[in-house]
Each structure stands twice: as structure tokens, then as C-alpha cells.
Nanobody, 127 residues
């Protein structure tokens, strides 16, 4: 059974940084797609960034390019999201997602494409 457990959320002022972690259990995430989504109140869940764990390709939403960085530690089976220069509009519940297929460049941002989800971690950015 695949389990994803996020941590690292919190409250920060605009311009600050946070690092989210996603620990994966039940599989070794090699050759699969993992990513981060977020959902603000009243809005749809949207793709933030995804990583193909085999080829290393990454896919970023335009809104976070240059500010957020996805990375992984294969030894710890953990995915990270480093978020810098945070803005109030980044406030949302952040979810780790995974699928046991290589990333699809045309669908990486589509929440329906991912089979596994974490419980989410809240990020709040104040102005």
C-alpha cells in the first residue's frame, strides 16, 4: 500500500521560505512521477510541480517558476519542495501526489492523473 506523508507547512511572512517534505512508504519511487499540488479555499486543486524520478525531468507551474524547487532524496525515499520568495497567493493546502508511471508532460498538472495522495500540509503566507 502506497502512503505519502507530508510535513513542513506553517505560517510565514511574504518573502519568506518554507520547505515541504513528502515521505513515501510502500514503494521505492524510482521510475515514477511525483509532485506537489495545492488547493486554496474555494479553488480547484492545481499542479505546482512534478518530477520524473527516473529521467529527472521537472514540470513547474508558471506561477512558481524561479521561486520553488522540487528535489528528492532517494536514500530517504523523500520528496521535497523548497519554496522561496513566498507570496500571499501561495497560501493553500499543499498535497504530495504520486503515480506509478513516468510523468506525462501533457498531464502532469492534472490531479486526475495521480493515483496516490498525501493528507496535505497547510501553508499560510501573510502580507
Amino acid at each position: 500500500q502506497v502512503q505519502l506523508v507530508e510535513s513542513g507547512g506553517g505560517s510565514v511572512q511574504a518573502g519568506g521560505s518554507l520547505r515541504l517534505s513528502c515521505a513515501a512508504f510502500g514503494y521505492s519511487y524510482s521510475g515514477y512521477c511525483m509532485g506537489w499540488f495545492r488547493q486554496a479555499p474555494g479553488k480547484e486543486r492545481e499542479g505546482v510541480v512534478s518530477l520524473d524520478t527516473d529521467g529527472g525531468s521537472t514540470y513547474y507551474a508558471d506561477s512558481v517558476k524561479g521561486r520553488f524547487t522540487i528535489s528528492r532524496d532517494s536514500a530517504k525515499n523523500t520528496l521535497y519542495l523548497q519554496m522561496n520568495s513566498l507570496k500571499p497567493e501561495d497560501t493553500a493546502m499543499y498535497y504530495c501526489a504520486a503515480d506509478l508511471r513516468p510523468c506525462d508532460g501533457g498531464n502532469w498538472y492534472d490531479k486526475r492523473w495521480y493515483a496516490y495522495w498525501g493528507q496535505g500540509t497547510q501553508v499560510t503566507v501573510s502580507s
